[in-house]
């Protein structure tokens, strides 16, 4: 059915607070917080201008595009982000195969089926035949059903719905959090949330394993935050980057290029364009609107072991 933006806007909200209510009751009855909740309703399909994490006045809206475009070609190789982008990973639990999908690649056992649920609820173009595989995402294996795969590369590509949908869905889950968590651990520079935000994209969180591979405190206890970011940053390359896992392995790049910005004292990212895995990144609007073109289909062997998989 067609809607119209403001009965769209209403739609999301609806889903996504019933979505973030649940997820709520569910994580205080396991005695609590899920990795990645995000914070109640939402006031926008424009994320640039959606309620926001206290930390968010510490960007601009060129520094909040920047990190988006990082992450965006970190994810899919593109500034805009690949809407209709698939991946095939063995990354699921047990390291199976598993669907990753979108913008900023969410996964099959991970939160594939709040994003499908906010969509099917709001009306677009392939909503209704998406609708039936809702109860089935991380339940059922979805990753050789190719008629699910090719209902989500339709939707994505051409749906300015799903779209909208992923904008808000990947603000909610991961830059919001990644905001909250740099907050309340004191961190303020850009480049730091950047580096907070790709760890909550590509690890699911900031590992706790990596922080005790060094000693230096988060600036809220009283450490140095250029510091910690240095070490973190270069932990997480370590770890990466000596994975026996070749697609791990390769992923360091993203480490690699943190590691450079830190390294020149780009903490405002104002020195640009910042290199994304060669790609240039200027943080200028976009047209979201304009749908990606090419395969959107992934498949890498090798599994992953890292991402929201995990949760």
């Not at 119209?4 to 607070?17: E, F, K």
């Not at 900023?104 to 649920?117: C, D, I, K, P």
């Not at 005790?212 to 405190?217: G, V």
């Amino acid at each position: 059915m067609k809607t119209d933006a403001n009965h769209t806007v209403q739609l999301l909200q609806s889903i996504l607070s019933v979505a973030l209510s649940l997820q709520s009751a569910v994580d205080e009855l396991k005695g609590g917080p899920r990795t990645r909740s995000g914070p109640e309703g939402v006031a926008s399909l424009d994320v640039e201008h959606a309620p926001r994490a206290t930390g968010d006045a510490l960007l601009t809206d060129q520094q909040r595009r920047i990190c988006e475009q990082v992450i965006n070609v970190f994810e899919t190789g593109t500034i805009a982000g690949k809407y209709g982008s698939i991946s095939i990973y063995n990354d699921g639990p047990n390291r199976i195969r598993q669907v990753t999908y979108g913008r900023s690649q969410t996964t099959e056992y991970g939160n594939l089926r709040e994003l499908v649920a906010m969509y099917a609820g709001a009306g677009g173009r392939y909503s209704e035949q998406l609708r039936p595989y809702v109860e089935k995402i991380g339940r059922t294996a979805l990753v050789d059903d190719q008629t699910f795969k090719n209902l989500l590369k339709s939707a994505g590509n051409e749906d300015p719905v799903m779209r909208d949908c992923q904008d808000i869905f990947f603000d909610r889950r991961y830059f919001q959090p990644a905001l909250r968590w740099a907050v309340e651990n004191g961190f303020h520079y850009p480049l730091s949330v950047l580096v907070i935000y790709d760890s909550f994209i590509h690890s699911g969180s900031i590992l706790g394993f990596l922080r005790e591979r060094f000693t230096e405190r988060p600036p809220a206890q009283g450490g140095n935050e250029k510091t910690w970011i240095s070490e973190y940053v270069q932990a997480r390359h370590t770890w990466l980057s000596t994975r026996s896992n070749p697609p791990v392995r390769a992923s360091a790049y993203r480490t690699r290029d943190l590691l450079r910005e830190i390294d020149s004292g780009n903490w405002d990212l104002s020195a640009l364009p910042f290199k994304a895995n060669g790609t240039p990144v200027f943080g200028q609007p976009g047209d979201k609107e304009a749908p990606p073109t090419g395969d959107m289909l992934h498949v890498v062997s090798g599994g992953a072991g890292y991402g929201d998989a995990a949760e």
